[in-house]
């Protein structure tokens, strides 16, 4: 019986050290690819495992889908409202709805960070950084929890490389 328990385990730390490396494999931007927005003058990069899937009818932003279910929602807006805290607000409460909660928050005066669990229990990351002008643009990276070994540490990659282009 200890020996089914030791290859047991030694299976599952195969597997987490794969896993590991699979993140670390994917967090190098060098097979990334580029997303750029020209009505809100912005750009992003994305991990190739994202399937682009087509710039929306206004061309306001873009949507990219993983096969295990990930998605990133990328989006230029106009700021109705030029308080961007107020937009930070909105957006946040929106993420995470009547049952979601928010665990991290960092407010800046020209971006904003926001993560925490979704409404379906999703861990969402949203990135909001203010543009020139009325605009601002919101990147939402949401993953299963399951996943969060392989899209944590690709988040920071996401946001690092959300800029203005004008």
């Known amino acids: 019986m200890k020996m089914v328990y030791c290859f047991?385990?030694?299976?599952?730390?195969?597997?987490?050290?794969?896993?590991?490396?699979?993140?670390?494999e994917i967090s190098?931007?060098?097979?990334?690819?580029?997303?750029?927005?020209?009505?809100?003058?912005y750009q992003i990069c994305y991990p190739p495992m994202m399937i682009p899937q087509g710039e929306s009818d206004?061309?306001?932003?873009?949507?990219?889908?993983?096969?295990?279910?990930?998605?990133?929602?990328?989006?230029?807006?106009?700021?109705l409202d030029q308080d961007f805290s107020k937009n930070v607000t909105e957006i946040s409460q929106w993420m995470v709805g009547g049952k979601g909660r928010?665990?991290?928050?960092?407010?800046?005066?020209?971006?904003a960070v926001v993560s925490g669990y979704d409404k379906e229990g999703k861990?969402?990351?949203?990135?909001?950084?203010?543009?020139?002008e009325d605009r601002i643009t919101v990147v939402v990276l949401t993953y299963s929890a399951k996943l969060k070994f392989i899209y944590n540490p690709l988040s920071a990659t996401i946001a690092s490389c959300l800029k203005n282009t004008e």
């Open 8 to 24: 047991v385990w030694m299976i599952i730390g195969m597997l987490f050290i794969n896993n590991r490396g699979i993140a670390k």
């Open 28 to 41: 190098s931007t060098n097979q990334w690819h580029l997303y750029y927005n020209s009505r809100f003058h």
């Open 58 to 79: 206004n061309g306001d932003g873009q949507l990219f889908i993983a096969k295990d279910g990930a998605i990133i929602r990328v989006y230029g807006s106009y700021r």
């Open 102 to 111: 928010i665990a991290y928050r960092s407010y800046h005066p020209q971006w």
């Open 123 to 132: 861990i969402f990351y949203t990135k909001l950084l203010k543009g020139t």
